[in-house]
């Protein structure tokens, strides 16, 4: 299977509107900056895992035009890919293929995300759920990242048994066992909240900025403040996590310092390492690993599952 780059799968029409936020770069540039570091730290999976699944793939075909012997000949090549994959590197497992973007952006205000929160509560209080949710269902400012990932401990030993049954003269078994064997890839979602990015963006410039611009920056950190309200009120944070609150508070001393003798190198350094720690617990990545964890163990069960009644569907065309 042929990993699709990020860039290159921004869904949605990238909802991107005029900003009204003055920072030097707009939201569709945060967007690329995000996927571009995503790109980096994606890690391609073996050739031969691609190999493999590409044999998989035309064996599939092959069994619905009833070609058996390209099945069995593709489905060996599977199977000798998966296991030289395996032997080069034992440790693999749950292995990405395939990484999906979809942006959604709100320029709406906290004042009025707020507003639209207390008509959908009205509207729940009165049981229109369907009026409630398509009046949230635009409340979305978020980059949702779809990562698909193959099970290296279950998906190669359904070639092998599918193989085995095509061998048996079983080719209904073959082909239970790898169409349940692609249902056992595993689909991940995570999300990057965009009044993070936003408000990480305008802290950098108010950084940025000459030290006698003391409004244009002071201007700023109202902004990032703002963004940081909008990714509260969106939900994306809370307002009551040590994170939040420290960056909150570094941004209200760096303000009065501005007023003052604008000392304040020291608190924007503070300030980033704030934002670092809040942004940290929103990153794809620890919610992917975790998802992992905890679908590596489910594809586990389901496996051992379907590779049992397809065992018990191939002994009774046997029988």
């Known amino acids: 299977m042929k990993k699709t780059l990020l860039l290159s799968t921004l869904t949605a029409g990238l909802l991107f509107s005029t900003t009204m936020l003055q920072a030097k770069t707009d939201t569709k540039t945060l967007v690329k900056q995000q996927v571009t570091q995503n790109q980096k730290e994606f890690k391609k999976a073996p050739k031969e895992i691609d190999e493999a699944l590409n044999a998989s793939s035309i064996a599939i075909q092959s069994l619905e035009h009833k070609k ?5 000949k593709q489905l ?6 998966f296991d030289l994959a395996l032997k080069n ?20 205000s906290t004042k009025e995300i707020q ?23 635009p409340l979305r400012d978020e980059m949702e990242i779809k990562i698909i990932s193959l099970p290296m401990k279950v998906f190669p030993l359904a070639t092998k048994d599918a193989l085995k049954a095509l061998n048996k003269g079983d080719t209904k078994g073959a082909m239970v066992i790898m169409a349940e064997a692609y249902n056992t890839f595993l689909i991940e979602n995570a ?29 700023l950190l109202n902004e990032a403040k703002e963004e940081l309200e909008r990714a509260h009120v969106l939900g994306y944070t809370s307002k009551h996590s040590p994170e939040y609150k420290a ?14 003798k604008n000392i304040v ?22 919610a992917v690993n975790n998802y992992e964890k905890k679908e590596a163990l489910e594809a586990s069960k389901e496996s051992g599952k379907f590779l049992n009644e397809a065992k018990k569907d191939e002994n009774k065309t046997i029988k």
């Open 191 to 219: 999300v990057i909240p965009l009044p993070l990015l936003k408000a990480q963006d305008l802290i950098t410039d108010a950084a940025n900025l000459d030290k006698s611009k003391k409004e244009e920056a002071t201007k």
């Open 76 to 81: 060996q090549i599977a199977t000798e890919k």
């Open 265 to 286: 190198e020291k608190l924007y350094d503070k300030l980033k390492e704030d934002f670092v720690s809040l942004v940290h617990k929103n990153k794809a990545e620890k």
């Open 68 to 72: 058996v012997d390209e099945a069995k």
């Open 115 to 137: 507003h639209t929160l207390t008509k959908a509560q009205e509207l729940l209080t009165r049981y229109k759920l369907n009026e409630a949710r398509a009046t949230l269902a």
């Open 89 to 108: 590197d034992p440790t693999l497992n749950i292995v990405p293929l395939d990484e999906q973007v979809s942006v959604f952006e709100t320029l709406a």
């Open 247 to 260: 960056l909150v508070d570094t941004i209200d001393t760096v303000k009065k310092e501005i007023k003052g």
